[in-house]
C-alpha cells in the first residue's frame, strides 16, 4: 500500500525566515508526485507535479524538488499570506494518496 | 474558466439518514475522484470515475457510492449515515488519468452529522 509521510507537522516561521517541508513516499510505481496548498475550509489547490527524480519546479517563493525516496517544498522568504497547509501526494492506480500535511504559519 | 464546482457547500443530517452530494467538474475534464478529509485521518480516497466508469474505489463501506453521469458530473451517495461520516468531502477533476495530469478540487461539501 502507498505510504506518504510529511514532516514536521507544523512549522513557524518569521516573516523572510526560509525552510523547507519534507515528503517521503513508498509505492510501487510512482505515476508522479503532487504538491497542493490548503487554506481553511477549503479545497486542495493545485501547485506542482513532479514525475522524475532530479526535477525541479518553481512558482513565487516556491520551489519543489523530487528524489526517488522523497520530495522537498522549499519556502524562501516566506509572507505572511504563506500561511496554509501544504499536502503532497503520490499518485498510483488512478488514485492520489495523501500526506497528512504540514501547516505553515508565517508571523509578520 | 469555471473551477470544480460541488453543491451543497453545507449539509446537517441525522444519523441513519442517507445524502447525495454533488461535483460538476471543469469543462473538458472527464475523470472525478472523490475524497473524504477529516483531521484524524486526513485525505482518504473514496473513488474515481471516467467516462461513466468506477475505475477505482478505496477502503470505504458500501455505504458510500457514485456515479457519473454522460456530462462528466457526478454524484457521491452515503446511506445509513453514522456520526463518523462527518467530514469534509472533496471531489477533483482531471483531464483523463488524476496521476498522469493536474487534479483540481472543488471547494468541499461539509456534512455533518447528529
Known amino acids: 500500500e502507498d505510504q506518504v509521510t510529511q514532516s514536521p507537522e507544523a512549522l513557524r516561521l518569521q516573516e523572510g525566515e526560509s525552510s523547507s517541508l519534507n515528503c517521503s513516499y513508498t509505492v510501487s510505481g510512482l505515476r508522479g508526485l503532487f504538491w497542493y496548498r490548503q487554506d481553511p475550509g477549503k479545497g486542495p489547490e493545485f501547485l506542482f507535479t513532479l514525475y522524475s527524480a532530479g526535477e525541479e519546479k518553481e512558482k513565487e517563493r516556491l520551489k519543489a524538488t523530487l528524489t526517488k525516496k522523497e520530495s522537498f517544498l522549499h519556502i524562501t522568504a516566506p509572507k505572511p499570506e504563506d500561511s496554509a497547509t501544504y499536502l503532497c501526494?503520490?499518485?498510483?492506480?488512478?488514485?492520489?494518496?495523501f500526506g497528512a500535511g504540514t501547516t505553515v504559519t508565517v508571523r509578520a | 474558466k469555471a473551477g470544480v464546482t460541488q453543491t451543497p457547500r453545507y449539509l446537517i443530517k441525522t444519523r441513519g439518514q442517507q445524502v447525495t452530494l454533488s461535483c460538476s467538474p471543469i469543462s473538458g475534464h472527464r475523470s472525478v475522484s472523490w475524497y473524504q478529509q477529516t483531521p484524524g485521518q486526513g485525505l482518504q480516497f473514496l473513488f474515481e470515475y471516467f467516462s461513466e466508469t468506477q475505475r477505482n474505489k478505496g477502503n470505504f463501506p458500501g455505504r458510500f457510492s457514485g456515479r457519473q453521469f454522460s456530462n462528466s458530473r457526478s454524484e457521491m451517495n452515503v446511506s445509513t449515515l453514522e456520526l463518523g461520516d462527518s467530514a469534509l468531502y472533496l471531489c477533483?477533476?482531471?483531464?483523463?488519468?488524476?496521476?498522469?495530469?493536474?487534479?483540481?478540487f472543488g471547494q468541499g461539501t461539509r456534512l455533518t452529522v447528529v
Open positions: 501526494a503520490v499518485g498510483s492506480d488512478y488514485k492520489l494518496s
Open positions: 477533483a477533476s482531471s483531464l483523463d488519468i488524476p496521476v498522469n495530469t493536474e487534479a483540481f
